[in-house]
């Protein structure tokens, strides 16, 4: 393996003021791309929590037109084996998120970190669950919608590259209690030219997917 450059992802609740509210999406994309997003729960978190937030990262990818399918990884070389999504990652299509209970190295304030590559692209992240746990249980913020929108944050660096936070929505780098608000109410999203960033980096692989189709039609005649 290459060594790769990490851009650490950091989010931490009551620092920075809110600014505005994020751009919405009232639009809609016209063409929403796919990804599939294997979870390793290493924390063991429930599964409805664990549901709750792939449902709230879905509706808040959904938003900037990028559709998430989650596949729930177990741990076992023999399920590995069986599901392939859980053990092949291929960027922009198939990405890996791992749940840890808290991070080795990183202070108690960091909720999740990506790895990106020298090109800006990366394929692997992980979400820390004690710190959503405790200002879950400090502000009384549902867990599962802050997990998700955790999970949203940190995929969407895998999608958008290098230098990818931003001053308003889901990647300001530090979320105030505004933000967190905002968040229960579904109104911590991407912005416009997020999503469309996000969008474009699926253009190439779309590209080889149409070429690959088109020469195994004609390989049929
Ligand atoms: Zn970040």
């Keep these: 393996m290459r060594p790769e450059i990490w851009r650490r992802c950091i989010l931490v609740g009551l620092i920075l003021c809110f600014k505005g509210l994020p751009l919405g999406a009232e639009d809609g994309p016209s063409k929403a791309v796919f990804v599939t997003v294997a ?6 978190i429930p599964v409805n929590t664990l549901a709750q937030a792939e449902l709230t990262a ?3 990818f959904k938003e900037a037109g990028v559709q998430v399918h989650w596949v729930n990884c177990e741990s076992s070389a023999v399920a590995l084996e069986i599901a392939p999504s859980c053990r092949v990652t291929e960027f922009p299509m198939n990405l890996q998120l791992t749940i840890a ?3 080795k190295s ?7 970190i990506s790895y990106l590559g020298e090109d800006g692209s990366g394929c692997y992240s992980n979400i820390f669950f004690e710190p959503a746990e405790e200002l879950h249980e400090r502000l009384h913020i549902n867990l599962g919608t802050l997990l998700g929108h955790v999970v949203a944050h940190e995929i969407a660096h895998l999608l958008l590259g290098t230098n990818s936070h931003s001053d308003t929505g889901i990647m300001r780098p530090h979320w105030n209690e505004q933000d967190l608000a905002n968040a229960s109410k579904g109104g911590l999203l991407f912005t416009p030219a997020q999503g469309q960033t996000m969008r474009e980096r699926f253009a190439p692989s779309l590209r080889r997917t149409a070429s690959a189709f088109v020469r195994a039609e004609a390989g049929r005649d």
Excluded: C, E, K, Q
């Excluded at 979870?39 to 063991?44: G, K, S």
């Excluded at 990183?106 to 909720?111: I, K, P, Q, R």
């Design 101 to 103: 209970r808290r991070s």
């Design 39 to 44: 979870v390793h729960n290493r924390a063991d």
């Design 58 to 60: 879905s509706a808040i």
């Design 106 to 112: 990183l202070t108690d304030s960091v909720f999740g």
